[in-house]
Structure formats: C-alpha cells, structure tokens
C-alpha cells in the first residue's frame, strides 16, 4: 500500500490508525483539515480512531514533515499533505474556506522587498482573509 511506504519514508512505525488517517489525508478532497475534520470523516467511513489519537498521529505526521500545519486567524488548526508545490492561502471569515493560490509576481515582489532591505528570503507564508463579495 501507497500509504504504508510513505509512512516508512518519514521513519514512522506503520500502524493501523496512521495508515487509515493518512489515507484520509490522501483521499479527501479537501486539502485542509482540521483534526475534527478528520475524526469526523474516519467516524463516516465507519473507522474506529478517537480524536486524542487523531491530534497525536497529526502532530506525528507534522514532525515527520508529512503533514504542514497552518494556524489561520478563523478557527483550529488545519493540516495538509506536505506533497505539493509552494502556494499561499486565502480563508474566507465567514465559512473557513481555505483557497489556494500562486502568483509569480508576488513571489518575485517578496523577494523584492527583503533584498532592498538587505535580506535574502528564507520562506514565507501568506494568509488573505476574505469574504464572498456582496455577502
Ligand atoms: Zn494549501
């Protein structure tokens, strides 16, 4: 199983709830979830995990670097899979809704902006938070 070889890639022992959150994770298609998110989806998929082990098979996957954990301003922490190219975040205040987004000019106007400061970037990480308009 994909699943079980990706788990042995971060140096984790493979153990059933892993496997069966990060399937989940894979699976889902919603990039960005809270840990209740999870539970809430294991529980509908008629999986056993409780969500003490849910936080702490997260909190796992963070430190393996499997997962990114993102604190928005709007609610709990969110997690995605840490498999895809970098991309910023805008969340919508009233629903949660996580959208991502690339722009190469602000990328390149990041980097801009450090070195005429004197820096040179190291990472970065931008939040919008937004609202449908008209609502
Ligand atoms: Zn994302």
Not at 20 to 27: E, G, R, S, V
Not at 60 to 80: K, M, P, Y
Request: charged share 30%.
């Amino acid at each position: 199983m994909v699943e079980n070889q990706e788990l042995r890639k971060a140096g984790l022992k493979v153990t059933l709830p892993r496997v069966k959150i990060l399937q989940m994770l894979d699976n889902s298609e919603e990039r960005h979830m809270s840990a209740e998110d999870v539970y809430k989806s294991l529980m509908e998929a008629g999986e056993d995990v409780g969500l003490a082990t849910v936080y702490r098979v997260l909190t796992q996957f963070e430190s393996a670097g499997l997962v990114v954990r993102h604190n928005f301003d709007s609610g709990h922490a969110v997690f995605e899979l840490a498999d895809g190219e970098h991309h910023d975040h805008m969340v919508c205040v009233d629903s949660g809704e996580v959208i991502e987004f690339f722009d190469p000019e602000i990328e390149r106007r990041q980097k801009e902006i450090v070195r005429e400061h004197g820096f040179e970037l190291v990472d970065h990480n931008l939040v919008l938070y937004v609202k449908k308009k008209g609502a």
